[in-house]
């Protein structure tokens, strides 16, 4: 197993709990978390992550307009991330993977599959 660096970006403290839990069954996977999409954008740029989890409805700086500025920054461009969202349309999906997206999650997800599912996205081994 390789020792992962996950950022989550999410507004609520109870899925960061949930999510964190779910990312580290089974997993040596360290997570980093941030409320905010500036306070993860400063966390990303400070400390980059090999991964960030991020919610798409949050106050102030929503996902897209985090993951533009992720993308923007030589720092963090690379960085891969996944949305985790309560919209499933495949209309959200699409803007979601347009605005950069390796992968899109939809909650309520299941704490048992996520680490799966983020392995999966990018390609890793568990």
Do not use: H
């Not at 040596?28 to 960030?52: C, R, V």
């Not at 048992?112 to 390609?123: E, W």
């Amino acid at each position: 197993m390789t020792c992962r660096q996950i950022l989550l970006i999410d507004d609520e403290t109870d899925i960061q709990t949930v999510a964190k839990i779910g990312l580290t069954l089974n997993t040596d996977w360290q997570i980093m978390t941030a409320n905010s999409g500036e306070a993860g954008l400063e966390a990303a740029i400070a400390n980059p992550p090999d991964a960030i989890l991020l919610d798409v409805a949050m106050p102030g700086m929503d996902g897209l307009a985090t993951i533009a500025a992720l993308k923007q920054n030589p720092v963090t461009a690379r960085v891969p991330i996944i949305f985790l969202t309560a919209k499933a349309q495949a209309s959200d999906r699409r803007r979601l993977y347009e605005a950069g997206a390796s992968g899109v999650i939809t909650k309520p997800f299941d704490p048992t599959t996520l680490a799966s599912q983020v392995a999966g996205f990018l390609a890793w081994q568990l």
